[in-house]
């Protein structure tokens, strides 16, 4: 016999958007649960997404470095190796140091973590099936913070083995000699990148005619030119038809826009053509809850499903899968639920690739703002005129400030740069408080840092920067 748990408010799933949630709950005065199907916290984001990524490009920046630019520094590291098992050992601790981290958050905040998959049994109740067996809550909230998963398409079908997704791609034992990937966003640019600096040949292959679709075209095509000179191959307006397997070998089939077929031959192919929302034995039925076209929960602007009670959030819901823009949903969710005022601004949410060098964005793009009807000025500065840039070889790259032209607001920022992933926070700040490119001009940078060249960017909106000749 299932024991009944009573609850203020419960949240199934615990990655960003959920654990955060769970903690804004407790800090407001909930009696909180957390459900979580798998053995530890944390979601994608931690498991298997953002965290053993961004372990695994430091990791892997490192050695480029050694084998690549260490020399011009009179840093002598011949007979270089690299040992795969030891940076996956460094992985997985980054990992569960992080996990057991949302743990400790957790007990510290009173929040009831139930292992076990939550399933809705109708409002205000959820049935969890654990291995220590089940049990029934109640809860007049129940918040889905369910994730994601990859997409997988239908002719080129994960195994797990030979045709995977980043979860099997962020842990293989050996550096496979061609990897093929498929999707040149986020996850196609950074693992791509991560196996191509381990010495893997590594082919692209993308629908769209540029890379990295979402950010501004002077980003991705820079972008292009630099991660070939990394080594990366490109197959762009291309589409991958199949996969063939011949004397042990694969080959991925793909064609390109002039009818021409490819034939690239591979040890592993990556898929990366996007995630979709998981709810999958969620109950959703049960609950009198339906999914839109992309398998999405819809939801109101205070996070609300048609059945009063249950809330959704994150990558379950509409909006770009980011980690951060779940944790601000969670947040603004649980404020709601408590009658204050949570809100969430989805013009300023920053997007970043880990690449080397990082591309950030916040904001419009130039094209979207032309698409809007907003007429726009524009400002550029390249790191090759900065010069923290020069003495660190940091050149490669360039901020790119947009701003409406008749009130000079700022509507967006894109930065290619090393380390624009910190960058663009002060762009974030300036847009949040509806600043404009000469408030962001006038704003002191430290000098010598990176960083100038976002207050020299905002400058060159009215022609205005210092160090550009
Ligand atoms: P994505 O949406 O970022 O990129 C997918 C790419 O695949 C696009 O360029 C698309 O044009 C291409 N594509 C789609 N179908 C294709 C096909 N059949 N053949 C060839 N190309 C095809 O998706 P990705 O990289 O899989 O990431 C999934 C989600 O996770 C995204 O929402 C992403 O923002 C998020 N993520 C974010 C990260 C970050 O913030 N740094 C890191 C990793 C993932």
């Known amino acids: 016999m299932s024991e009944t748990l009573p609850f203020d408010l419960v949240v199934l799933g615990s990655g960003p958007g959920g654990y955060v949630a769970a903690i804004r709950a407790a800090q407001l005065g909930f009696k909180t649960a957390l459900v979580e199907k798998d053995k530890t916290l944390g979601g994608t984001c931690l498991n298997v997404g953002c965290i053993p990524s961004k372990a695994l490009l430091h990791s892997t920046e490192m050695f480029h470095f050694a084998g690549h630019g260490a020399a011009d520094h009179g840093i002598d590291l011949?007979?270089?190796?690299?040992?795969?098992?030891?940076?996956?050992?460094?992985?997985?601790?980054?990992?569960?140091?992080l996990c057991g981290g949302v743990a400790q958050l957790m007990k510290a905040n009173k929040v009831t973590v139930l292992q076990g998959l939550g399933m809705l049994e109708g409002p205000g109740k959820v049935r969890v099936s654990g291995e220590s067996g089940e049990s029934l809550i109640e809860a007049p909230?129940?918040?889905?913070?369910?994730?994601?998963?990859?997409?997988?398409?239908?002719?080129?079908?994960?195994?797990?083995?030979?045709?995977?997704?980043?979860?099997?791609?962020?842990?293989?034992?050996?550096?496979?000699?061609?990897?093929?990937?498929?999707?040149?966003?986020?996850?196609?640019?950074?693992?791509g990148s991560v196996w191509a600096r381990l010495g893997a040949q590594v082919d692209v292959v993308e629908f769209l005619p540029i890379i990295a679709p979402t950010f501004?075209?002077?980003?991705?095509?820079?972008?292009?030119?630099l991660f070939k000179k990394q080594g990366l191959h490109f197959h762009l307006g291309t589409k991958v038809t199949g996969i063939k397997k011949d004397a042990g070998k694969h080959f991925l089939q793909a064609e390109n826009k002039k009818g021409e077929t490819l034939e690239l031959e591979a040890d592993k192919?990556?898929?990366?053509?996007?995630?979709?929302?998981?709810?999958?034995?969620?109950?959703?039925?049960k609950a009198g809850l339906e999914t839109d076209d992309?398998?999405?929960?819809?939801?109101?602007?205070?996070?609300?499903?048609?059945?009063?009670?249950?809330?959704?959030?994150?990558?379950?819901?509409?909006?770009?899968?980011?980690?951060?823009?779940?944790?601000?949903?969670?947040?603004?969710?649980?404020?709601c639920i408590a009658g204050q005022a949570g809100h969430v601004n989805y013009g300023?949410?920053?997007?970043?690739?880990?690449?080397?060098?990082?591309?950030?964005?916040?904001?419009?793009t130039e094209a979207a703002a032309k698409e809007q009807g907003l007429a726009t000025k524009s400002g550029k500065f390249n790191f090759a005129a900065n010069g923290r840039a020069i003495a660190s070889d940091a050149t490669d790259g360039f901020v790119k400030v947009i701003a409406d032209a008749k009130t000079d607001r700022l509507l967006g920022v894109q930065v290619i740069a090393r380390g624009g992933s910190e960058m663009i926070a002060s762009a974030v700040s300036?847009?949040?408080?509806?600043?404009?490119?000469?408030?962001?001009?006038?704003?002191?940078?430290?000098?010598?840092?990176?960083?100038e060249a976002m207050k020299e960017a905002a400058l060159a909106v009215g022609g205005n920067a210092i160090h550009s000749v």
């Open 269 to 285: 192919v990556l898929v990366a053509v996007g995630r979709k929302p998981f709810t999958e034995g969620l109950g959703l039925e």
């Open 348 to 364: 300023v949410i920053p997007n970043v690739i880990y690449t080397e060098p990082e591309i950030a964005s916040v904001g419009l």
């Open 78 to 97: 011949t007979n270089l190796s690299i040992d795969v098992s030891k940076l996956m050992a460094r992985k997985d601790r980054t990992v569960s140091q």
């Open 294 to 335: 992309k398998g999405r929960i819809p939801v109101n602007q205070h996070f609300q499903t048609k059945v009063p009670g249950i809330y959704a959030i994150g990558d379950v819901i509409e909006g770009p899968m980011l980690a951060h823009k779940a944790e601000e949903e969670g947040v603004a969710c649980v404020e």
């Open 141 to 191: 909230h129940i918040i889905i913070a369910t994730g994601s998963v990859p997409v997988e398409l239908p002719f080129l079908p994960f195994d797990g083995e030979s045709v995977v997704s980043s979860t099997q791609a962020i842990a293989f034992k050996e550096i496979p000699e061609r990897l093929v990937v498929v999707g040149a966003g986020a996850i196609g640019l950074e693992l």
């Open 430 to 451: 300036h847009m949040e408080y509806g600043g404009s490119a000469e408030d962001l001009g006038r704003t002191v940078h430290a000098h010598p840092t990176l960083s």
């Open 216 to 225: 501004d075209k002077d980003v991705s095509k820079m972008a292009e030119r």
